[in-house]
């Protein structure tokens, strides 16, 4: 089985400034990564995903996330983001050899002119 | 236009009541999953269907049931619901495993 854990669950910050939403993820077999966004009163959309490679992965909207697999981590970064960024974030964890997509509970991230 | 959808979109019912909540998705994909949504919780996966005929229990399977009779449809089921099932509730598909999951845009229940 696997886990996600998003250690900060709200993200206030200021247009412009940079932001980083953390997430680890526990599994005992190989895993493929995403980030998830959901905007006020919408489904989710995919922000990036990791399935092999690079461990940087880049978004069209100026995200990026890296893989760390020795600290199992895939945390999400923006050098600088807009107020169009407030949204809900969800980090998601699926096992290589299966269908099954377990999430992390969620960040709130808040931009403020 | 490829997409996932949803009816109803809000349902106030009582508990007991049987409902449905259907999905249906236009991407010929072979991969559909319910979730639900709830504050603090993130999504848990209530079930998920590989292909026709193929379901399985997802995190939070207890008081749901499933069919895919046919590719493009996967109905959720609840026979007999209860407060603790209200929730939003999101129907995604995708290609395969692994792949971007496509979702729908949302069924918010109440039971009363």
């Known amino acids: 089985a696997q886990s996600v854990t998003q250690l900060d669950s709200q993200v206030p910050v200021f247009e412009e400034a940079p932001v980083e939403l953390r997430c680890n993820y526990s599994?005992?077999?190989?895993?493929?990564l995403f980030w998830y966004v959901q905007y006020p009163n919408q489904g989710l959309q995919l922000l990036l995903k990791?399935?092999?490679?690079?461990?940087l992965v880049e978004s069209i909207n100026g995200f990026e996330a890296e893989f760390n697999k020795s600290q199992t981590s895939f945390h999400l970064r923006k050098p600088s983001v807009h107020i169009s960024d407030t949204a809900e974030y969800f980090c998601?964890?699926?096992?290589?050899?299966?269908?099954?997509?377990?999430f992390g509970a969620g960040t709130t991230v808040t931009v403020r002119a | 236009e490829a997409q996932v959808t949803q009816n109803p979109r809000y349902l106030i019912t009582v508990t007991g009541k049987k409902l449905t909540v259907t999905c249906s998705q236009n991407?010929?994909?072979?991969?559909m999953s319910w979730y639900r949504q709830d504050p603090g919780l993130g999504l848990r996966q209530i079930y998920y269907?590989?292909?026709?005929?193929?379901?399985d229990k997802g995190d939070v399977p207890e008081g749901y049931k499933v069919s895919r009779k046919e590719k493009r449809n996967f109905p959720l089921i609840l026979e007999s619901p209860s407060p603790n099932q209200t929730s939003l509730y999101f129907c995604?598909?995708?290609?395969?495993?692994?792949?971007?999951?496509?979702f729908g845009p949302g069924t918010r229940l109440t039971v009363l």
């Open positions: 995604a598909s995708s290609l395969s495993g692994g792949d971007e999951q496509f």
């Open positions: 599994s005992s077999v190989s895993v493929y």
């Open positions: 990791y399935l092999s490679g690079s461990t």
């Open positions: 998601a964890v699926s096992p290589i050899n299966d269908y099954k997509l377990s």
């Open positions: 991407m010929n994909h072979e991969y």
């Open positions: 269907s590989m292909n026709v005929e193929v379901t």
